[in-house]
C-alpha cells in the first residue's frame, strides 16, 4: 500500500493517566487495530523564525497557522526515509502534506533553502507538495532548525474506517541544540512519566462508541501542544518580563520540578496566552490564499 502523504482531518488531544490507557486499549480492542508498526520511536525537527514566530503565532489560536517540521521514526542516518512535512490548521481542520527522502537528500535541500535556493534540490518527490513546502518557506525569513521533540507513540485505526485514528504518546522530550535527526534521541521532558497524550483523528464524525468510552472514563480535552509548551519553557528561562515563571504550571514544569503539583487536565493556566507575544505585533496573514498555496 502507498503511503499517505496529504491529509485532511480533524485532530482532538486529549490527557490520559496510564490507568485511564489501559483501560481505554482494552475498551478500544474490538473496533480498533493496532498499527502494524506497534510502538514508535519518533524524532521531529521544527523550523521556525529566530524570534519564534511561528510558535507565538500558534499559541493565538488563530483563524489559520502552519507548522514547518523534518520526521524521522528512530535515529537517522545517510539512509534513513525522512518526511518533510507542512501541517496547517485552518477553522479546525487540518491540513498536512509531506514528501520523503533519506537523510542526505533532507539535508542538501535545507541546506538550498538556508541561502534562498528553491526549486534546484531533485528530488524523487510529489512536485506539487515540495513547491507548496518551499512556498511556505519562503515566506518566513531566515527560518531554521529551532527545537527537536522525541517520543514513544502507539497508534491504532478502527477497523472499517482506516481515517479514524487514535495514538498516545509517552516519554516526550525536547531540546534546542544539538538539533540534528542523526544526534541520539534525548530530550528534556514535557510531562510526567504518569501522563500520556492522546490524539484522536478523523476525517468526519468521531465514532459514538468511543465518545461513550471516553465519558466513562472521564478523559477530558486538552489544548496541549508539544512545540508549544517547549517554547513556552523557554521563554520562561530566558525571557519572563512579567515575572509570572511562578504562577505558570504547564507540564514541562510539572514534569521537570517535583516540589510543583502535577498539572490538572481539567484545569487551564492561569497564564494569559497573550502574555508570550507582549513584544511583538504580529503581520496579518491571508488565510484562505496559504491555504490553496
Request: proline share 4%; glycine share 4%.
Amino acid at each position: 500500500m502507498a503511503e499517505q502523504m496529504t491529509f485532511k482531518r480533524y485532530e482532538i488531544k486529549y490527557a490520559v493517566t496510564e490507568t485511564q490507557r489501559q483501560r481505554l486499549i482494552d475498551g478500544m480492542q474490538e473496533y480498533m487495530i493496532r498499527d502494524s508498526h506497534g510502538i514508535s520511536q519518533i524524532q521531529s525537527l521544527y523550523f521556525d523564525t529566530p524570534d519564534y514566530l511561528l510558535a507565538r503565532r500558534s499559541m493565538e489560536h488563530p483563524l489559520y497557522k502552519e507548522k514547518i517540521r523534518l520526521r524521522s521514526y528512530g535515529q537517522a542516518d545517510d539512509h534513513t526515509k525522512v518526511f518533510l512535512e507542512l501541517k496547517k490548521k485552518f477553522e479546525g481542520v487540518v491540513y498536512k502534506r509531506r514528501v520523503s527522502m533519506d537523510m542526505t537528500k533532507a539535508e542538501e535541500l535545507m541546506e538550498n533553502w538556508s541561502s534562498n535556493r528553491y526549486g534546484v534540490t531533485e528530488v524523487d518527490c510529489n512536485p506539487q507538495i515540495l513547491r507548496e513546502l518551499e512556498a511556505s518557506v519562503a515566506r518566513y525569513p531566515k527560518l531554521i532548525p529551532r527545537i527537536l521533540l522525541t517520543y514513544r507513540r502507539e497508534a491504532f485505526y478502527q477497523r472499517d474506517d482506516h481515517d479514524f485514528r487514535v495514538t498516545l504518546d509517552q516519554e516526550i522530550g525536547w531540546r534546542n541544540e544539538d538539533l540534528s535527526l542523526r544526534d541520539p534521541m534525548i530530550g528534556r521532558p514535557l510531562l510526567k512519566q504518569s501522563y500520556y497524550l492522546m490524539e484522536v483523528k478523523a476525517g468526519g464524525a468521531i465514532p459514538l462508541w468511543f465518545t461513550k468510552l471516553l465519558t466513562e472514563l472521564g478523559i477530558r480535552k486538552t489544548s496541549f501542544s508539544k512545540y508549544g509548551t517547549a517554547y513556552q519553557t523557554i521563554f520562561l528561562e530566558h525571557n519572563d518580563p512579567l515575572g509570572l515563571s511562578a504562577q505558570v504550571r504547564t507540564w514541562s514544569h510539572a514534569a521537570l520540578e517535583p516540589h510543583i503539583p502535577a498539572w490538572d487536565p481539567g484545569k487551564e493556566s492561569s497564564l494569559d496566552r497573550r502574555a508570550w507575544n507582549l513584544s511583538y505585533k504580529l503581520p496579518d496573514i491571508d488565510a484562505d490564499h496559504l491555504l490553496h498555496a
